[in-house]
């Protein structure tokens, strides 16, 4: 996780710490989630042409932790932390302690999961997790972190991360653009010489003499051409 700023206000560096400090179980929430998901939905339509959609758990962390950082981002924004301590002190006993840690990885665990109805983000979350560090994963990187920034719109971004990520979408889909076609080096192009044949509407016959010449110059007595 990356630590900074994402949006206007976001000064809170001690909650974002926090958040950091369980990043790798925030990655593996937003991986387990969004796998099981992509199960069901293959169950579901009884789908055998995804055979890797919902299986990769092994990761390069750095392809998911755009995503991972906008949603702590989101979720710093849509809770006043600073008073945190207050409402904390107010929730009921449970298993697990109502820190700020524990209350960030319970509320993405949620947002993960309603993401059954917003299926496009699981998609990306596939594409990614099956092309790491390839064009493909790329461009589901960035098209992931642009729907998240339109997701929660409410947040005030700084504007030089969606910039950042429209130039990368901009980037990686340029990959995809079929290079143009390099002339062929070293390939001899026939020259096509015009001559009488092709004066007659007949293919030239490449000689020199003109074979056509040849034969009028028999037939009006022009004597022998060189």
């Given amino acids: 996780?990356?630590?900074?700023?994402?949006?206007?206000?976001?000064?809170?560096?001690?909650?974002?710490?926090?958040?950091?400090?369980?990043?790798?179980?925030?990655?593996?929430?937003?991986?387990?989630?969004?796998?099981?998901?992509?199960?069901?939905?293959?169950?579901?339509?009884?789908?055998?042409?995804?055979?890797?959609?919902?299986?990769i758990e092994r990761i390069d962390h750095r392809t998911i932790q755009p995503a991972h950082d906008l949603l702590a981002a989101a979720w710093r924004f849509r809770h006043d932390l600073r008073q945190s301590e207050l409402r904390l002190e107010r929730q009921p006993d449970t298993l697990v302690p109502p820190t700020h840690e524990n209350l960030w990885l319970r509320w993405l665990r949620a947002e993960i999961e309603s993401w059954v109805w917003s299926p496009s983000l699981v998609r990306y979350v596939q594409l990614i997790l099956t092309n790491q560090n390839q064009p493909i994963g790329y461009t589901a990187e960035s098209k992931l972190a642009l729907a998240l920034i339109e997701r929660f719109s409410e947040v005030p971004w700084t504007s030089g991360w969606r910039d950042a990520f429209e130039?990368?979408?901009?980037?990686?889909?340029?990959?995809?653009?079929?290079?143009?076609?390099?002339?062929?080096?070293?390939?001899?192009?026939?020259?096509v010489m015009p001559c009488g044949c092709t004066a007659k509407g007949l293919s030239a016959c490449n000689r020199i003499p003109c074979e056509t010449e040849v034969i009028l110059a028999s037939r009006e007595g022009w004597g022998l051409l060189e």
């Avoid at 990356?2 to 991986?31: C, F, L, N, P, S």
């Avoid at 079929?178 to 002339?183: D, F, Q």
């Fill in 1 to 55: 996780m990356i630590v900074g700023t994402y949006y206007e206000g976001d000064d809170d560096m001690e909650v974002a710490w926090k958040q950091h400090d369980v990043y790798d179980q925030g990655v593996r929430t937003i991986i387990d989630s969004c796998n099981s998901l992509a199960r069901f939905a293959k169950m579901l339509l009884d789908d055998k042409s995804h055979d890797e959609w919902g299986t």
């Fill in 167 to 191: 130039k990368n979408q901009e980037n990686d889909l340029r990959k995809f653009a079929k290079p143009e076609a390099e002339p062929m080096r070293g390939l001899k192009i026939p020259i």
